[in-house]
């Protein structure tokens, strides 16, 4: 691996991280770029074992682990050198060994993640696709108030509302299997600082385990405010019951 930033990047990707809870809008897409760059050339042998897009991955990295906008989670402490704020990397080698921390955690997880009771292997699509019949959606979502038509009709009054780069990511990434993950759909139509706008709208995401700081993206705020389901684990079957509604509405929205 080479060092992909310079003695000037590295210097000012330090200052950032020091001050990384507080910094605008501007100094965060800086930081983005920066930590983008610095693990261009990083390729850990997780990568392939966790079978993700490279881009996600390292958005997911850059979102909850460099700038924690998702908040501690029990993973944290076994993390101190990315926690802790004076320990800024001072190279991309640095930085490439707390990505690989990153992914080993999530390599973990992944396969705990596969396991079921009865100790059968079965893939998170499968799962996802075993979770729910037409009646288990109505009954899940009737605990809130809901009913599929109108989950839909939401998503789509949410997917208007949206910028252009903001539901161009959403239609093309959470609906379909777009070719080439965010980064592909931010190189096909040109969105500058995709990564922070698929952080701020909640695209890089684990759907299986968000955390209460989730409400904070926007479709976590939507689907707390608008649809009146809270960000908490006993409501996970609900929430993924929502992200299926707005998969499809996305995937109709991008074929229209």
């Known amino acids: 691996?080479?060092?992909?930033?310079?003695?000037?990047?590295?210097?000012?990707?330090?200052?950032?991280?020091?001050?990384?809870?507080?910094?605008?809008?501007k100094e965060i897409g800086t930081m983005y770029d920066l930590v983008?760059?610095?693990?261009?050339?990083?390729?850990?042998?997780?990568?392939?074992?966790l079978g993700e897009g490279r881009q996600e991955l390292i958005a997911q990295f850059i979102y909850c682990k460099v700038l924690r906008l998702q908040g501690r989670d029990h993973d944290a402490d076994r993390i101190e050198a990315v926690d802790d704020g004076h320990s800024a990397p001072s190279s991309s080698f640095a930085l490439c060994a707390y990505f690989r921390r990153y992914l080993i955690d999530c390599t973990r997880a992944s396969s705990f993640r596969r396991k079921v009771s009865i100790g059968d292997q079965i893939t998170e699509s499968q799962l996802e696709e075993k979770m729910e019949t037409q009646?288990?959606?109505?009954?899940?979502?009737?605990?809130?108030?809901?009913n599929p038509e109108g989950v839909a009709d939401a998503a789509t009054a949410f997917i208007a509302q949206l910028g252009v780069p903001e539901r161009i990511l959403l239609c093309?990434?959470?609906?379909?299997?777009?070719?080439?993950?965010?980064?592909?759909?931010?190189?096909?139509?040109?969105?500058?600082?995709?990564h922070y706008r698929a952080g701020r709208l909640g695209l890089v995401h684990k759907r299986q385990?968000?955390?209460?700081?989730?409400?904070?993206?926007?479709?976590?705020?939507?689907?707390?405010?608008?649809?009146?389901?809270?960000?908490?684990?006993?409501?996970?079957?609900?929430i993924l019951s929502v992200f299926k509604i707005l998969g499809a509405q996305a995937s109709y929205v991008q074929a229209t």
């Open 209 to 238: 385990s968000l955390t209460s700081e989730y409400a904070k993206t926007l479709l976590g705020g939507w689907i707390e405010q608008t649809l009146g389901i809270p960000i908490h684990a006993e409501n996970m079957k609900a």
């Open 135 to 146: 009646e288990d959606l109505d009954g899940t979502l009737a605990e809130y108030g809901l």
């Open 1 to 25: 691996m080479q060092e992909a930033l310079d003695t000037r990047e590295c210097t000012t990707l330090i200052a950032l991280w020091r001050q990384r809870h507080s910094l605008t809008a």
């Open 36 to 49: 983008g760059r610095a693990l261009q050339h990083c390729n850990p042998p997780e990568l392939q074992v």
């Open 172 to 194: 093309e990434s959470f609906g379909m299997e777009a070719q080439g993950g965010l980064s592909g759909v931010a190189s096909r139509h040109a969105i500058s600082s995709y």
